[in-house]
């Protein structure tokens, strides 16, 4: 599978974006989609997962504020974006796996699969 993340930019605090992610070379189908991001100086960390069925899942810090979704039939994933704030500035990252239990959907060993990035700046 192929991975581009797109949509990253600088927006200041209390913003929007949204994130895209194209996929490519095998199929869609059943794929777990998730994204990651990577604050400056700090490990890689989860953001937001969605499964074939649309089940979605967040990290504390992005609940209510992020939104994942996916479209089955052009195979992408978006990242919805609000309430933007400083401690949200990160590359993040767009990842798949073919299947994962729902215990470890967490944790960037889990995902098969890496985009390669897109820089979000959010400014005070």
């Known amino acids: 599978v192929q991975l581009q993340a797109s949509g990253g930019g600088l927006v200041q605090a209390g913003g929007s974006l949204r994130l895209s992610c194209a996929a490519s070379?095998?199929?869609?189908?059943?794929?777990?989609m998730g994204w990651f991001r990577r604050p400056p100086g700090k490990e890689r960390e989860f953001v937001a997962a969605?499964?074939?069925?649309?089940?979605?899942y967040y990290a504390d810090s992005v609940k209510g504020r992020f939104t994942i979704s996916r479209d089955n039939a052009k195979n992408m994933v978006y990242l919805q974006m609000n309430l933007l704030n400083p401690e949200d500035t990160a590359v993040y990252y767009c990842?798949?796996?073919?299947?994962?239990?729902?215990?470890?959907?967490?944790?960037?060993?889990?995902?098969?699969?890496w985009g390669q990035g897109t820089q979000v700046t959010v400014s005070s």
């Open positions: 990842a798949a796996a073919p299947r994962i239990i729902q215990s470890m959907i967490r944790f960037p060993s889990s995902y098969d699969y």
């Open positions: 969605i499964r074939w069925s649309d089940t979605t």
């Open positions: 070379g095998r199929t869609f189908r059943n794929v777990v």
